[in-house]
C-alpha cells in the first residue's frame, strides 16, 4: 500500500515539473527563416535613414514656351475669303503655322451732301424751290424721321463726285454741307508663325502690293 502511494506522488511530481517547464518560459524561441550565416530580411521602412542624404521631391518639367525661336505676324486684310485660301496654299510650306481669322471693321460706304433740316416743312419746301430757281435739281425733301425737313442733295460713293456737288451748291449761296456714312465689313486676316533665323518675304509668294502685316503676339 505504501508502494502504491509513493508512485502516485512521484508521478504527481513529474507532471508538476513538467507543466512548470513548459509554461513558465518568457518567451518562446522561434527559428529564423533564413540559412546560417544570411542577413534576416528587413523593410525599407525600418532601416535607418543613410546619413547625408536628403529626399529631393520631384518637379514638373518646364513648359516650354510656344514661342520660343518664332516670330509673328499678322498678312492681311484679303478682301474675300478666296483670297485668304489662296493665300495658305502658296504659304503653306514656308512657315512654321497659320491661322485664318475673320473680324469686323467699319468703313465708308457713302457721302451725303445735304441742306440742314429747316425749322418747318414749308420752309423746307421754299428753299427746294429756291434751288429749282437756281438751276439746281435733283433733290429730295424728307419728309420724316430724325433727318425731317433736310433737302438730300445726293449720296454719292465717289467722295471726288460729292465735293463736286458740294462745291456747285455752295457757290450757289446755299449752306450745303457733306457726312460720310459708314458699314460694318468683315476683313479676312492670316497669322503666320515663322522661324526667327528663318528669312521670309511674303511678297516672293503672294506678290500682292495691297497687303500689309503687322507684328502679334506668337500663338
Avoid at 509513493?6 to 540559412?35: C, E, K
Avoid at 518637379?59 to 514661342?67: E, G, M
Avoid at 516670330?71 to 497659320?98: E, I, K, N
Avoid at 491661322?99 to 420752309?123: D, G, H, M, N
Wanted: aromatic share 8%; proline share 6%; glycine share 6%.
Amino acid at each position: 500500500m505504501f508502494l502504491r502511494l509513493l508512485f502516485v506522488l512521484l508521478s504527481a511530481l513529474n507532471i508538476a515539473v513538467g507543466a512548470w517547464l513548459l509554461l513558465g518560459q518568457p518567451y518562446r524561441h522561434v527559428s529564423d527563416a533564413t540559412d546560417p550565416g544570411v542577413a534576416p530580411l528587413q523593410l525599407l521602412s525600418e532601416l535607418p535613414a543613410a546619413e547625408g542624404t536628403i529626399a529631393v521631391p520631384e518637379t514638373p518639367a518646364a513648359a516650354v514656351d510656344a514661342s520660343q525661336g518664332f516670330r509673328c505676324m499678322a498678312l492681311g486684310p484679303f478682301d474675300t475669303p478666296q483670297d485668304l485660301r489662296s493665300a495658305r496654299q502658296a504659304l503653306d510650306r514656308h512657315v512654321a503655322r497659320m491661322r485664318s481669322r475673320q473680324q469686323q471693321t467699319t468703313q465708308p460706304s457713302a457721302w451725303w451732301v445735304y441742306l440742314p433740316a429747316a425749322a418747318s416743312r414749308a420752309q423746307a419746301l421754299q428753299t427746294a424751290r429756291q434751288l429749282a430757281a437756281k438751276n439746281i435739281n435733283d433733290y429730295f425733301v424728307v419728309g420724316s424721321g430724325d433727318q425731317a425737313n433736310t433737302v438730300s442733295l445726293g449720296l454719292f460713293r465717289d467722295p471726288a463726285n460729292a465735293r463736286k456737288r458740294l462745291d456747285q451748291v455752295a457757290a450757289a449761296g446755299f449752306p450745303a454741307r457733306m457726312s460720310e456714312r459708314s458699314e460694318s465689313v468683315p476683313e479676312y486676316w492670316l497669322d503666320l508663325a515663322i522661324a526667327t533665323a528663318q528669312p521670309f518675304d511674303w511678297r516672293q509668294y503672294l506678290g500682292a502690293s495691297d497687303l500689309g502685316t503687322h507684328d502679334i503676339r506668337c500663338f
